[in-house]
């Protein structure tokens, strides 16, 4: 299966501040989804970066607030801009693998923010 | 749209005892269905999944769920819960292309 390598694994920001988090696959996949997992809360699925086009966002997510960045089919990166303290969250970037099957995510370890 | 619902937040079990974690669905079609575990500050990992060939899905850990069409249910069970068990599991059903996810539940497996 795919590894999947996200950077920074944790960091502590400042509100106002923006930061990007990476996701590098080491294998070329279609779709990469980035989630958002806050504190007690289950995932919820921010957006899904196609390489070569345009994020598709969920419901409640705008691209002036996450804006992301697809461009190969290895690597994406997601923006937090403007942080605020309900920003603080578990931020997970998976992949879909043709060889798992329909619809099976692996999923990286998780960039874990704390906005103060 | 698809969802899931999982019954019980918190989930606690005595080690050797059976763990038993419920999960429904609405779906409008047949649903592709999972079952992840997060284990303490890691990412989440697939557990089994359902895709419409055998009712009952045998996954990693000495883990299964059974679909039940009748119920709407895929609850995840095990007949021996180990203390290395406890972890968040979430259930979840694929949307298109995307998965919901439900909101967890957390085993505690208690010596």
């Avoid at chain 1, 502590?12 to 989630?35: E, K």
């Avoid at chain 2, 999982?6 to 409008?28: D, I």
Wanted: aromatic share 10%.
């Amino acid at each position: 299966s795919a590894v999947i390598s996200q950077k920074p694994s944790r960091d502590i920001c400042q509100r106002g501040t923006s930061l990007t988090i990476q996701c590098q696959v080491d294998s070329q996949v279609t779709m990469m989804f980035w989630y958002r997992q806050q504190p007690g809360q289950s995932l919820t699925l921010i957006a899904t970066a196609n390489q070569g086009s345009e994020a598709t966002y969920e419901s409640g997510f705008v691209i002036d607030k996450f804006p992301i960045s697809r461009p190969n089919l290895t690597f994406s990166t997601l923006t937090v801009s403007n942080m605020s303290p309900e920003d603080s969250s578990i931020y997970l970037c998976s992949v879909e693998l043709s060889s798992s099957g329909a619809n099976v995510l692996t999923f990286g370890a998780g960039s874990r923010l704390t906005v103060l | 749209a698809q969802s899931v619902t999982q019954l019980g937040s918190h989930v606690s079990v005595s080690e050797g005892a059976l763990v038993l974690l419920r999960c429904n669905y609405s779906s409008s079609v047949p649903p592709y269905l999972f079952w992840y575990v997060q284990y303490p500050n890691q990412g989440l990992q697939l557990l089994l999944k359902y895709t419409s060939a055998a009712t009952l899905v045998k996954g990693i850990n000495g883990f299964e769920a059974e679909f039940k069409k009748s119920e709407t249910s895929f609850h995840l069970t095990k007949p021996s819960a180990h203390m290395s068990d406890a972890a968040e599991y979430f259930c979840a059903v694929s949307d298109g292309d995307k998965l919901i996810f439900g909101t967890g539940t957390r085993l505690q497996v208690f010596p």
